[in-house]
């Protein structure tokens, strides 16, 4: 297995330079969520110069499949899209589209997978089965893995015995690859509450309801819910990101808007924090004489991320092989990803894993800082050999 493994990633060295050309196109050029139109292309025109069969999924997704033979079929995710953050990361391929940028890493993301197709591509004498590779949309906003749920990715992929992914992070050493069995990335949702209240003269608040009033009352009861109702072995959080009301200082508005952000590992918690929300911003309305009920609107949201213990098992253990002291421990996770959408829907286990982007750790920005670029080096070739690796855990026999 070991020397199969070696055999496929040979041609690292070799097209090292044209695939770091590449990632710098992608870096270059980035895509806010559903709005890939020319990532996509680009990932396309690759997979027709390889000569690799892919169908396209949605409006910007895509599958690349490779067929060699009977045995096992392998999928591996690479999201495609960037964030609405002007890059200051002071490499000298920085992008200079305004106000957008891969700050998260996903372009790293894009070339593990693309490479990892011709790599498996170029040696189907060392490995037989179905390796895949799905391009995905939207991960930012948690629409991407939806759409393509929605427009028929099951009708495109075969059943699948495992799907992976990886992303890289500022928060494990550089070089690393970091995995676990078990809950690694939360479950999260975003809330939009609308509450209302009565607008008068700010001169003669006795005559209106004051909705921002209302609103200080509401944010200052919500952390009590996990100081007071989430057992402290569990982990949740309750944020509160915006408050909007009112535009001038002697008006009481109409009403003000609340943007919450939850996180959980576990299901029943989070069933518990959302349902408390809810309680504490309807008690507080009626506390407050509010003259309507308060619209409440779940967004952006994304499932536990929850590795399955048998594809985690194997995984590690080709990791452990081929990157010896580098294969390390993850520590859950307080991101979120809808990584696990597709595999949910299309009932298949799956592992997701880290990988280490920056060499000083200690002064790394974080994914989605307007800083974060990891080093081009070792990590697109890391990204490339953690997706062959974990996939071979499937496909290379003994």
Partial sequence: MADAIHTILSDLEETREAREKLYVEFHQNPELSMEEE????????????SGIEYHRV?????????????????????DIDALPVPEQSGKDYATAKEGVSHACGHDFHIMSVLTALQLFNNHKDQWHGTYIGVFQPGEETAQGAKDVVDNGIADVLPKLDVYLGQHVLASIPGSTVSSKPGPMFTAASSIRIKVFGKGSHGSMPELGVDPVVLASSIVLRLQTIVSREVAARDMAVVTVGSVQAGQKSNIIPDDAT???????????????????????????????????????????????????????????????????????????????????????????????????????????????????????????????????????????GE
């Avoid at 003259?291 to 967004?299: A, C, D, R």
């Avoid at 000083?360 to 050999?385: I, K, S, V, W």
């Fill in 258 to 396: 609340l943007l919450i952000n939850t996180r959980a590992f576990d299901h029943e918690v989070e069933k518990h924090v959302h349902e408390a929300i809810e309680r504490i911003v309807k008690a507080e309305c009626e506390a407050a004489r509010s003259p309507k009920e308060p619209e409440i609107e779940y967004y952006d949201v994304y499932p536990l991320t929850n590795n399955a213990e048998e594809p985690y098992d194997k995984v590690r253990v080709a990791f452990d092989s081929y990157f010896g002291e580098d294969s390390i421990d993850i520590t859950p996770q307080s991101a979120s990803e809808d990584f696990s959408y597709i595999p949910d829907a299309v009932d298949a286990p799956y592992m997701y894993w880290g990988l280490g982007g920056f060499a000083d750790q200690e002064n790394a920005p974080g994914n989605h800082n307007p800083g974060f670029a990891p080093d081009l080096q070792p990590t697109l070739d890391r990204g490339a050999e953690a997706a062959v690796v974990a996939a071979s855990a499937w496909l290379v």
């Fill in 58 to 78: 949605g409006k910007t997704g895509i599958v690349a499949i490779i067929a060699n033979g009977d045995g096992p079929t392998v999928a591996m995710r690479g």
């Fill in 38 to 49: 020319w990532t996509s292309q680009r990932i396309a025109d690759v997979l027709d110069e």
